[in-house]
């Protein structure tokens, strides 16, 4: 008997569990992922560290924890000339790689929270959309 209680309980409780919407920043961060290894990798390499006096790092970068819009900015518009990133200065210029406001928010929320950084504020497709040029 007591088995079976447990049985039912815990067979519920799964039920329950898959019920439950997933969180929002979760799934933002799992589709930001995919972008970052399309579009940013490359550059910026798989750990964030990017390329001294070349890529600036992502991982543990001052620029992007302190400059949320900015960072949105360069992404929608691209950057072209010196940027300074964990006291080292850059000065090479990245495009805009013409992706859409949702997943502009999707990369943020992905880049905000790996590699030791963290956000837990997270980026919408409407934040970014009301960043003009
Ligand atoms: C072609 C290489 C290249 C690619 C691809 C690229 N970046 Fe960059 N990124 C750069 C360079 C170079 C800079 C610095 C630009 C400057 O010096 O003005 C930069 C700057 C940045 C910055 C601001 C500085 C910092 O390190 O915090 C962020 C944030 C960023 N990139 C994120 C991304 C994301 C997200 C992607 C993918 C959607 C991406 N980048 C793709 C080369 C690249």
């Known amino acids: 008997m007591k088995l079976l209680l447990l049985s039912i309980i815990s067979v519920t409780s799964l039920i329950i569990m898959n019920i439950k919407p997933q969180d929002p920043m979760q799934e933002s961060m799992a589709r930001g992922e ?76 992905y880049i905000t929270n790996q590699w030791g950084n963290t956000n837990k504020n997270r980026v919408t497709e409407k934040e970014v959309a009301a960043i003009k040029k």
Do not use: Q, W
């Open 34 to 109: 995919e972008i970052y290894n399309d579009f940013c990798l490359t550059c910026h390499l798989p750990n964030g560290a990017g390329v001294k006096d070349v890529y600036p790092p992502l991982a543990k970068s001052d620029y992007l924890a302190e400059n949320r819009k900015a960072s949105i900015h360069l992404l929608k518009y691209g950057i072209d000339g010196p940027i300074k990133v964990n006291g080292v200065t850059y000065n090479g210029s990245m495009p805009a790689m013409g992706l859409d406001d949702d997943e502009i928010a999707d990369v943020m929320n």
